[in-house]
């Protein structure tokens, strides 16, 4: 176990103890901004997005990446972080707001100028909805010198495993209309949500599908993940929704993925599109993907969730998905991080970096 610096687990407490809830990140966007200013050589902010940069001295160009929101409380006392025995306890302490920690720690005890890389620090809002609100590609826009970047580490929870490419992830309502009745009556009209049966059949049986990319297993899977429909006890429906969650592996096309959801939802009446954000592919062959796994020893893994990855990949910039946040406290009731992890999540980035 590495045991991390007292000032890590308090800067990991402070982030914690500011609410940032998806679009309210202007007060933890103030306190990082403060912290960024008084040791990088620059810094811009766009909205609740920040941008900061090192010395530049024509090395390879690292960011440090991580979004500053989390998902919604599900109790008040989520606000209140707290030391728990060998946790850390609180709203994004593993997705991520100990991957931000550990980050800001490079940036005010590091020596940059040691370092045979040049690193930038990428914080953005609203990660965790819709792809369309996310702040990543606007703070791009605002800081063209972000391009630069030869490697971002998105700080997202790994245990501490380099979690190479990531899945796609897109979202579809399913509408399937029929005719009213009185439910004492059910032949006089024609039941919607029983249309939908043999489409919730086939998922039901539906295994994931492998899809092997770069020696590493992705699997595709479907989900139906919201459902409404009826307007009464004793009144057959006559209309009924799904939300379907589509996970696909890189290499597919939107054409593609959207003609198998259509095929698979051939009896309702209507398939809209509500969110596509795309797949990207592991990068394992990049150089500093390389140094970053000689040096550190992780285990290198494929990652099955979606991640900011794909939006970097769409635009030329290699990333990975690599944070000391445990995958399963991700938008857990009481999340927490485990102190060991956190630890070792920072003396891993210092091992990277050669700091």
């Not at 198998?260 to 596509?276: G, H, Q």
């Not at 390389?290 to 900011?308: I, M």
Request: glycine residues 8%; charged residues 25%.
């Amino acid at each position: 176990m590495t045991a991390p610096p007292k000032s890590l687990l308090d800067l990991t407490l402070e982030l914690l103890a500011i609410p940032s809830v998806i679009g309210n990140e202007r007060a933890i966007a103030d306190a990082v901004e403060t912290r960024l200013r008084s040791l990088a050589a620059r810094v811009v902010r766009h909205q609740n997005s920040l941008a900061a940069f090192g010395p530049r001295r024509g090395k390879p160009l690292v960011a440090l990446v991580g979004h500053l929101d989390t998902v919604a409380a599900a109790e008040e006392a989520a606000f209140v972080p707290r030391l728990e025995g060998a946790r850390i306890v609180g709203l994004g302490s593993s997705d991520m707001k100990g991957a931000i920690a550990c980050d800001l720690w490079i940036l005010e005890h590091l020596d940059l100028s040691a370092l045979d890389l040049d690193l930038a620090w990428v914080l953005y809002e609203k990660e965790e909805g819709p792809i369309a609100d996310n702040g990543l590609l606007p703070l791009i826009e605002a800081v063209p010198e972000l391009r630069e970047v030869d490697l971002a580490i998105c700080g997202e929870p790994t245990d501490n495993a380099v979690q190479l490419g990531c899945m796609g992830s897109a979202h579809a309502r399913v509408v399937f209309t029929g005719r009213a009745a009185h439910s004492a009556r059910p032949w006089q009209g024609e039941n919607a949500v029983h249309k939908a049966a043999g489409m919730l059949s086939a998922l039901a049986s539906r295994a994931p599908r492998e899809v092997m990319l770069d020696g590493l297993p992705f699997r595709e899977v479907i989900s139906a993940t919201l459902a409404h429909g009826g307007r009464s006890r004793n009144v057959v429906p006559d209309r009924f929704e799904l939300n379907l969650n589509i996970r696909f592996a890189a290499g597919r096309s939107r054409a593609n993925v959207e003609a198998e959801v259509r095929a698979l939802a051939s009896e309702a009446s209507e398939v809209n599109w509500i969110d596509f954000a795309p797949a990207a592919p592991p990068r394992g062959d990049h150089a500093l993907v390389r140094r970053l796994v000689q040096r550190t020893g992780a285990a290198v893994e494929p990652k099955q969730a979606w991640t900011d990855v794909a939006q970097l990949s769409q635009i030329g910039i290699a990333a990975v998905n690599f944070g000391p946040g445990e995958q399963a406290q991700a938008h857990q009731r009481g999340e927490s991080i485990s102190v060991e992890l956190l630890g070792n999540g920072l003396e891993l980035r210092r091992k990277f970096l050669g700091g």
